[in-house]
Nanobody, 119 residues
Framework: QVQLVESGGGLVQAGGSLRLSCAAS????????MAWYRQAPGKERELVAR???????NYADTVKGRFSISRDNAKNTVSLQMDNLKSEDTAVYYC?????????????WGQGTQVTVSS
């Protein structure tokens, strides 16, 4: 199986920055896309940013120009640089990877890390 460990969440003032990281370990044969999702209280989980194995990226409209996703394929990590944070960015952020394990591609989720932006 694949395990994901997230780090980097915390409390920050509006306009500040945070960097989230997610490290994948375990029986990794190949990683496909890697992504960050978030879920605010009372809301559904939503995609924040995704990066393909080729390096192609896509972002939610609400974070374009403020957030940047990157990956290190040698280390099996994905990061999310979050700048100019707003109170509406407050949520639990989850890392998700698509990895090949036991004959097929599977989704794996991290445990989540809290990001709180104070106004």
């Amino acid at each position: 199986q694949v395990q994901l460990v997230e780090s980097g969440g915390g409390l920050v003032q509006a306009g500040g920055s945070l960097r989230l990281s997610c490290a994948a370990s375990g029986s990794i044969f190949s990683l496909n896309s890697m992504a960050w999702y978030r879920q605010a209280p009372g809301k559904e989980r939503e995609l924040v940013a995704r990066i393909a194995s080729s390096g192609g990226t896509n972002y939610a409209d609400t974070v374009k120009g403020r957030f940047s996703i990157s990956r290190d394929n040698a280390k099996n990590t994905v990061s999310l640089q979050m700048d100019n944070l707003k109170s509406e960015d407050t949520a639990v952020y989850y890392c998700k990877v698509v990895a090949f394990y036991a004959t097929r591609w599977r989704d794996y989720w991290g445990q989540g890390t809290q990001v709180t932006v104070s106004s």
